[in-house]
């Protein structure tokens, strides 16, 4: 691959931006990477491990002169960053981000994008449950969507660009209509995460279940529950106050088929039990063949080093 971006400004240094640069330096997409975060502990860790080219103390200092900048910081936050280094922008530099939700990015960054700047908002739905800069790994988007969530009229060359960027850290691309994306996502990741939490913590509760015994005989769906609720908590409570209308339309629909399931365990319904498990195992296969996971015992996460698991 060649350099599609002469330099490149990472804010925020957590498992998706040091995927990034892992993932940009080995197809060779980035003359220099920069990168910068709050936390004057996770600059030096990532000065430490060379994550970046350079580390910055300010975002002012990361985005100088750079064509790209990918706002790699919690939902939450990314008014108040975009409001940061709009003075500093490059004209003609693209501004993308790596959020889980993006109505609510274009809202909060979309207005302080100034004139002759390009912003092509963007979810590559990867990530383990592991963060900060020790956490990436440069196969994290291997085989992996990313969404681009442009706004109507945004720069087609920018857009290009920016898919060819992703295509060269080895992830898919699609395009996608914001609001399209948060509902999808409320389907895929945002409700099941909130029900991974939520049986978690009923464990947690559950006091004639004792811890130990929730340790030592924890069966694989709920092994896969800890997984998933060990994920970045001010990530995730940004995502759920950020995409709350997708989110609690899904979560009602949910509730309304655990409560058919109930119905049907309580009478004794094992035709719709059956009818039911039928139709949504085949959402499985359609997963696996679509490459997205593996039908390996244990999901093949036994010899993983670290698995997928999109946010």
Not at 4 to 21: E, K, P, T
Not at 145 to 162: F, H, N
Not at 204 to 225: C, M, N, P, Q, W
Not at 238 to 254: C, M, P, W
């Amino acid at each position: 691959m060649s350099v599609i971006y002469n330099r490149v400004a990472l804010i925020g240094l957590g498992l998706i931006a040091g995927s990034m640069a892992h993932a940009m330096r080995r197809a060779g997409l980035a003359g220099e990477i920069v990168g910068t975060a709050r936390s004057p502990q996770t600059r030096a860790i990532a000065a430490d491990i060379g994550l970046c080219d350079r580390i910055t103390a300010t975002v002012a200092e990361a985005v100088q002169g750079a064509d790209l900048v990918v706002l790699c910081v919690p939902p939450g936050a990314m008014g108040a960053v975009a409001a940061e280094i709009a003075p500093h922008l490059a004209q003609g530099a693209t501004v993308s981000d790596v959020g889980s939700v993006k109505r609510d990015v274009i809202t909060q960054v979309g207005p302080h994008i100034p004139a002759g700047v390009h912003f092509v908002p963007a979810h590559p739905l990867a990530g383990t449950e592991h963060s900060g800069p020790r956490a990436g790994f440069a196969e994290l988007f291997d085989n992996r969507y990313v969404l681009l969530t442009p706004e109507p009229g945004t720069d087609a060359a920018a857009v290009a660009r920016l898919r060819a960027l992703w295509e060269g850290c080895g992830a898919r691309v699609e395009e996608m209509d914001a609001d399209h994306h948060d509902l999808v996502l409320a389907v895929t990741s945002h409700t099941p995460h909130l029900i991974a939490y939520t049986m978690v913590g009923v464990a947690d509760d559950l006091r004639r279940v004792t811890d130990s015994e929730v340790i030592k005989y924890s069966a694989a769906g709920f092994r896969d529950f800890t997984r998933i609720a060990a994920s970045d908590p001010t990530m995730w409570r940004d995502v759920f106050l950020t995409n709350k209308d997708a989110t609690l339309e899904i979560l009602g629909r949910f509730t309304e088929e655990l409560f058919a399931l109930q119905r049907a365990i309580r009478r004794g319904d094992g035709d719709h039990l059956h009818a039911y498990f039928t139709r949504t195992r085949a959402i499985r296969r359609g997963i696996i063949e679509a490459g997205q996971d593996t039908d390996a015992p244990d999901f093949g996460r036994m010899k993983a080093k670290r698995e997928p698991a999109e946010g």
